[in-house]
């Protein structure tokens, strides 16, 4: 099928901004569309509201609940500072070593590399 560019353009090239005759379905078309835009937005506000408010309740129950938990191992937080203040160690030497029989332990990163049709590689690095 031949597409002729002419008339592609003619269509591109309709006046703007045209007087339109007075329509009475056009205007009660067009009340009718305004008034459901607004009830949409005003939808959305309602919702977007309630997510934030119902985010805020969480973080203050999260809070709460926290602060319970605070309070009931208080006991504990006092324990820790008394021995800190006296230079007890926290950890004990045996937890604390590193190094298998004087040889630092190999620690291995993967890599991940990320190939052009999507799918992706993995390498070993030793450090």
């Known amino acids: 099928m031949i597409v002729d560019s002419s008339l592609v353009l003619s269509q591109f090239a309709k006046k703007r901004n045209v007087p339109v005759k007075y329509d009475r379905n056009l205007v009660a078309a067009t009340i009718k569309a305004m008034e459901r835009v607004e009830e949409i937005r005003q939808r959305r506000e309602r919702v977007f509201t309630k997510r934030r408010l119902a985010g805020k309740l ?15 191992g208080e006991h504990l937080i006092r324990k820790e500072l008394r021995e800190r203040e006296e230079g007890q160690p926290l950890v004990s030497e045996t937890t604390k070593a590193s190094r298998l029989h004087g040889e630092e332990r190999l620690r291995q990163k993967k890599k991940t590399r990320m190939l052009v049709d ?3 590689q993995e390498e070993m690095d030793v450090d």
């Open 58 to 72: 969480a973080r203050d129950r999260k809070r709460e609940e926290d602060r319970k938990v605070v309070m009931e």
């Open 118 to 120: 999507g799918t992706t």
